[in-house]
Structures are given as structure tokens and as C-alpha cells.
């Protein structure tokens, strides 16, 4: 009898076991090579095998909604970069016998000639200039798309690739005239695809460039390119897939810029040797052997919203 009930109490005398005792899995048995604290314990589930190939980052992709010259704050002193890499004065004939500017942070050796011209547009009939940027983001004519690939972390990452492509469609508008945020566009058959392999994230900011950066524009059914030499591009990220506080700069071929002023004044034959003048003025990169410079350098200040492609 005592038997019996020693049995009875274990659970265990010849009886089967219940079918919820029989979904928990066997103890770990305790021994030499069992690690510590797993003595008597269920096994674990199996672990991913430490060689399995790592998910991929999706590509972070945004469309510039405003879009507008980066303009002195004060006297000497304008967003921008350091395109040519040296400090410049008045003297220097590397840097085309123009003085650099300082950023807002105190930076010197900014390049941003054209920071200086822009109140000089509406004189030369170039008043359209300033909003052209603007104006055609809302038409569609300019769909500039920043796209980030290999992030994975939005603070610090120093191996991410940056690229700046061109989108195709109508856009959508909010009230307040700008681009509504997680639109889809599709890629513009003629696209750029300006890389910048050189790219990485601080403290929440992207820093890409140098590159060899290209804007496709559309105006008055004509389609125009302009290109961006030894581009830089900087903006902080946004937790909602947007860009804020951008800048965006490098050298513009003098030709690039007559053609852009053209737009501008809408082909009006009586400014273009105004806008000649005015840009012709304000070389200040790439010098060439005559000692010629046939660049101008420039930044443009941006925003940009979440999108996606087809």
C-alpha cells in the first residue's frame, strides 16, 4: 500500500503522461558540457545560424517640394561648400581672382558666387529665376528624387550611397501648394543616376559628395539638363522619410547657366545679353590653360518629402 501511493504521488508508476505534459519538452540534462543555469531547463528554441545573410536596408527615397538659391545671410556670407578646395581671395588666380565666403557655422572657403548675384536677377529681366525652381517642382517639370541606400542606422551610419534621380508624373499638392508626402512616381525614362559613393550619416545629417551631379528640367516642353560639378549635397533626416535644412552645390558650366537664364525670360531675346553679362561676371571655377574659368559655383537650399517609385 505504501507502495502504491509513493507511485501515485510521483505521477510516474507505469501511467502515461497527460497530453499537456507531453508538449513540454524534455529538461536539459545536467552534465560537464550543459553552460551554466541551463541545468534542467526546456532547450531553447535554435538560434538563426550566425552565417545567415543579413536582411537588406530598403532604399530611403524622398522628392525635393521646395527648392530655392542659397542667398548671402549677411555681407560675405552664404551656405554653401568648399567646391575647389582652397580659401581664395581677390589675388588668387587658382581660385579666378574671386574671394570666398564664409557659411553661417564660420566655415571659410565657401564657394557660392551666385549667392551674390541673385538680387542683381531682377535687373538683368531675370526675376522669374528665383521662383523657376519652385515653379516647376509644383508642375511636375522638376521631380528631383534623393535616394539613400544601405542605412541602417538614421544617426550614425558611414557606409551608405547616395543618388539623386529623376521622377515622372503629376504631382499631388497639399493646400499650401507644395508636394504631398508618400506620393509615387515613376522613374523618368531619361533619369540621372548622379552617384554619390561617398556618403555617410552623422548625428542625423547625410553628407554626400563629391559627385558628378545632373538636374533634368522640363519647361515650356523642352527638356534641359543641368549639370552640378564636384557636387556636394547635406541635409538632416527626418524620422518620417523626409529631408530638411538641404543644401546642395558645386560648379555649373557657364553654357548650363545661359541656358537656364533663358528659360527664365522665356526666350525674351532683349535680356539674354544682360543674363550673359551677369553670369559671365561671376566665374569662379575651373580655370582652364588660357587661365580662362568657365564655372560658376552655387548652392541651393531644399526640403523633401517621403515618395516612393512604381
Given at each position: 500500500m505504501r507502495r502504491?501511493?509513493?507511485?501515485?504521488?510521483?505521477?510516474?508508476?507505469?501511467?502515461?503522461?497527460?497530453?499537456?505534459?507531453?508538449?513540454?519538452?524534455?529538461?536539459?540534462?545536467?552534465?560537464?558540457?550543459?553552460?551554466?543555469?541551463?541545468?534542467?531547463?526546456?532547450?531553447?528554441?535554435?538560434?538563426?545560424?550566425?552565417?545567415?545573410?543579413?536582411?537588406?536596408?530598403?532604399?530611403?527615397?524622398?522628392?525635393?517640394?521646395?527648392?530655392?538659391?542659397?542667398?548671402?545671410?549677411?555681407?560675405?556670407?552664404?551656405?554653401?561648400?568648399?567646391?575647389?578646395?582652397?580659401?581664395?581671395?581677390?589675388?588668387d588666380a587658382d581660385g579666378c581672382n574671386k574671394a570666398d565666403l564664409r557659411s553661417p557655422e564660420g566655415t571659410p572657403g565657401i564657394d557660392n558666387a551666385l549667392a551674390r548675384l541673385v538680387p542683381l536677377f531682377s535687373a538683368a529681366g531675370l526675376g522669374a529665376a528665383e521662383s523657376l525652381g519652385q515653379s516647376l517642382i509644383e508642375e511636375g517639370g522638376l521631380l528631383l528624387m534623393v535616394q539613400i541606400d544601405g542605412v541602417d542606422d538614421l544617426l550614425n551610419d558611414d557606409d551608405v550611397t547616395m543618388r539623386l534621380r529623376a521622377g515622372d508624373g503629376e504631382p499631388l499638392l497639399g493646400t499650401d501648394g507644395r508636394l504631398l508626402s508618400g506620393q509615387t512616381f515613376d522613374l523618368h525614362a531619361d533619369s540621372p543616376e548622379s552617384l554619390a559613393p561617398e556618403a555617410h550619416i552623422v548625428d542625423g545629417w547625410i553628407e554626400a559628395g563629391p559627385?558628378?551631379?545632373?538636374?533634368?528640367?522640363?519647361?515650356?516642353?523642352?527638356?534641359?539638363?543641368?549639370?552640378?560639378?564636384?557636387?556636394?549635397?547635406?541635409?538632416?533626416?527626418?524620422?518620417?522619410?523626409?529631408?530638411?535644412?538641404g543644401v546642395f552645390g558645386g560648379g555649373i558650366p557657364l553654357?548650363?547657366?545661359?541656358?537656364?537664364?533663358?528659360?527664365?525670360?522665356?526666350?525674351?531675346?532683349?535680356?539674354?545679353?544682360?543674363?550673359?553679362?551677369?553670369?559671365?561676371?561671376?566665374?569662379?571655377?575651373?580655370?582652364?590653360?588660357?587661365?580662362?574659368?568657365?564655372?560658376?559655383?552655387a548652392a541651393l537650399e531644399f526640403t523633401a518629402v517621403s515618395a516612393f517609385l512604381f
Open positions: 502504491i501511493a509513493l507511485c501515485l504521488l510521483l505521477a510516474g508508476c507505469g501511467e502515461e503522461s497527460t497530453s499537456e505534459e507531453a508538449a513540454v519538452p524534455d529538461a536539459a540534462p545536467c552534465g560537464a558540457e550543459q553552460a551554466d543555469g541551463d541545468c534542467g531547463l526546456p532547450p531553447q528554441a535554435d538560434a538563426a545560424p550566425p552565417d545567415a545573410a543579413p536582411v537588406p536596408a530598403l532604399p530611403r527615397l524622398s522628392v525635393i517640394d521646395t527648392l530655392g538659391f542659397a542667398t548671402e545671410t549677411a555681407p560675405g556670407v552664404a551656405p554653401g561648400f568648399d567646391v575647389d578646395g582652397r580659401v581664395s581671395d581677390a589675388r559627385f558628378e551631379g545632373r538636374l533634368p528640367i522640363l519647361a515650356f516642353g523642352l527638356r534641359y539638363d543641368l549639370s552640378v560639378r564636384n557636387a556636394r549635397l547635406r541635409a538632416r533626416l527626418t524620422p518620417d522619410g523626409g529631408l530638411v535644412e553654357e548650363d547657366l545661359y541656358r537656364v537664364g533663358a528659360i527664365a525670360a522665356n526666350d525674351d531675346q532683349s535680356v539674354l545679353p544682360a543674363i550673359r553679362a551677369v553670369f559671365g561676371s561671376a566665374v569662379d571655377l575651373a580655370p582652364g590653360e588660357d587661365g580662362l574659368c568657365t564655372q560658376v559655383s
